[in-house]
């Protein structure tokens, strides 16, 4: 199934309208209105609660394509966002709204590979690191240069890993993010990993995993978890998005997220 549009509430036209009747077809009761109300998020919620999938009532590519008989099994489940919030002593709506906010897409591209993205500024600060100079290296700019950039997306992004593992696998693996939360290889050995490798490979078995080392990643920084268990977004916000949260309003974001998740929830008990 290529990249469906996600579909929330607000929403109109055609797609929704598949969507509803996709719903209807799998024993909603509800209308094929082609929009999207607060019926179809009610519905949406109800097919995803029943079918083991996040439960946030947004038709994402999962949900879509549960609903046509094509899900990946290696998706991420509710079951997998109650064991990251056992994990974390918070609540599940507060792990599925940093989701939603910090990581909306998917853990793997159309082709089924490992979604990842290649940050060359990256590669230049680990190959100085190695005692190398990346500027007697004569590599293209794409993949080694002192600023961010470069990104082509998708499938392009593993060409560009290939460029920079020609000149080191190493460092190439550690300047690259993997999976559905864009963990940095050079986390790796911090969150239980071998080495970047180790960590790509055991992400290819499924967005779980990634889950599961992204709460590493939170559990390791007693202020960010302790701002995620009290929902103090704003704080989360800071520490996990950097100095530039507030005019990208991560913060409110991941407040309205967490109001939503957490009437959603209450709305199903």
Not at 51 to 69: C, E, F, N, S
Not at 93 to 110: C, D, K, Y
Not at 133 to 149: E, M, R, W, Y
Not at 176 to 193: D, E, V
Request: net charge negative.
């Amino acid at each position: 199934m290529n990249n469906p549009s996600i579909l929330r509430a607000g929403d109109r036209g055609a797609e929704v309208t598949a969507l509803q009747t996709r719903l209807a077809r799998a024993g909603a009761s509800i209308e094929v209105t082609s929009i999207y109300d607060a019926a179809t998020v009610t519905a949406v919620f109800d097919y995803q609660r029943r079918h083991g999938l996040v439960a946030d009532g947004i038709a994402g590519a999962r949900t879509q394509a549960a609903l046509i008989g094509q899900l990946d099994p290696r998706a991420l489940t509710q079951a997998d966002i109650d064991a990251a919030a056992a994990h974390l002593d918070c609540e599940p709506a507060a792990v599925q709204a940093v989701i939603e906010v910090e990581s909306p897409g998917t853990g793997f591209l159309w082709d089924g590979r490992l979604r990842i993205l290649f940050e060359r500024h990256v590669f230049w600060q680990r190959l100085v690191a190695r005692g190398i100079d990346p500027a007697t290296l004569n590599a293209p700019a794409s993949i080694l240069n002192q600023q961010p950039g470069g990104y082509v997306g998708g499938a392009g992004e593993y060409a560009r890993l290939a460029q920079a593992r020609a000149i080191s696998i190493d460092d190439a693996m550690e300047s690259c993010s993997f999976g559905r939360f864009q963990t940095m290889g050079y986390h790796a050995p911090a969150l239980g990993y071998l080495d970047a490798s180790a960590m790509a490979q055991a992400f290819a078995t499924g967005e779980a995993e990634q889950l599961a080392a992204f709460v590493k990643f939170i559990a390791l920084d007693a202020d960010l978890h302790k701002a995620l268990r009290n929902r103090k977004w704003v704080a989360f916000a800071k520490i996990y998005n950097g100095p530039a949260y507030a005019e990208n309003l991560y913060d409110a974001k991941l407040a309205r997220a967490y109001a939503r998740q957490a009437a959603a929830t209450e709305a199903a008990a």
